[in-house]
């Protein structure tokens, strides 16, 4: 029935990213990995929403229609009255095949910093989603996103909370009391090897299972980038964990973006695996891990964190059928 379906909110304060290197800004487009998380949900046909803060200038015209290129809703993004967040990623030719491709927060023209968050986003689940089922995705610890998350808890119908840590700056400021309280409210929790190792540290933790064992999670994923990724998650009340690698490996041109669209693949599979009945096993994540390195594949091939919605939606059928999973995830073009 209708009125069952899930549908993908992105909740937080939606930026530009800016890729340049020397000579000229390569790309455009809005930013920050639950808004990428979510265009790559809509563009395989899934129903998403942006719901946040945006800034008061050009950028946030420019961020919002990169959003809406993938038929990903902006209705219920606000604008606050400040600049919009720009990150900068510098990409230098010599650098074009690095797997590490830095990201600023100071402009490269005036050395200022590009980032602001606001604590004035509302936090109230807006009309049309309360009594309706959500998985609500989020990419902070920012006060704003903890009330979002107990809002959309206490007034969805029922709420699936996914986070992806991808970078520790986003919790430098945070006590480890908080990020506690924080991580018991989250069902799906990914985040990278790098990442992980300062979650570690600042919360005293050393395994992804003793974290697991800590929190109410359903699942945790820790990607490692060429080597695949691990999957801690419970199956009959016993903590279990699965290792994955890739079959193929291929040459890196941008490896922006790369965990957003892996992240948005396990959110698909879980999505129409899980919510329909399918368990938690090792079939579960040899099939979702196939699906998500196929599109994280795709996605370092190409400039920027996103693709061209036609191109991509070929290459991921002709990766799907032949892991036979078109069907049974109903993609078409």
Known sequence: MEDEKYCFIAFGELALDVTY????????????????????????????????????????????????????NTDNLEFVNKPTNVFYIYKPQELANSEEIPIGRESPITGKSSIEWSDKISTTLPEKFQNRNIILVVSNFEGVTKEFIKEAREKSKKSVISLDITNPKIFENKSSEYMWEYLKQIDLLQCNQNTFKAVSQKLGISTPEELFSKLNLQIFTLTKGKEGALFTYREDEEIKQIEKTPE????????????????????????????NGEKLNKKYFDDAFKIANAFARKIVQIEGARGEQQETLQYMLNELTGINQNEELNIEL
Do not use: C, W
Request: hydrophobic share 45%; glycine share 10%; aromatic share 8%.
């Open 248 to 275: 193929k490996i291929v040459q890196s041109v941008d490896p922006t973006g790369a965990g957003d669209a892996f992240h948005a693949m396990l959110l698909m599979a879980y999505h129409r695996k899980i919510l």
């Open 21 to 72: 290197d020397e000579t000229h800004i390569i790309k455009e487009v809005g930013g920050v990995s639950a808004f990428n998380t979510i265009y790559n949900l809509a563009m395989f046909g899934e129903e998403a929403y942006a719901v946040g803060g945006v800034g008061l200038d050009m950028n946030a015209i420019k961020a919002i229609n990169s959003l809406k290129q993938s038929s990903t």
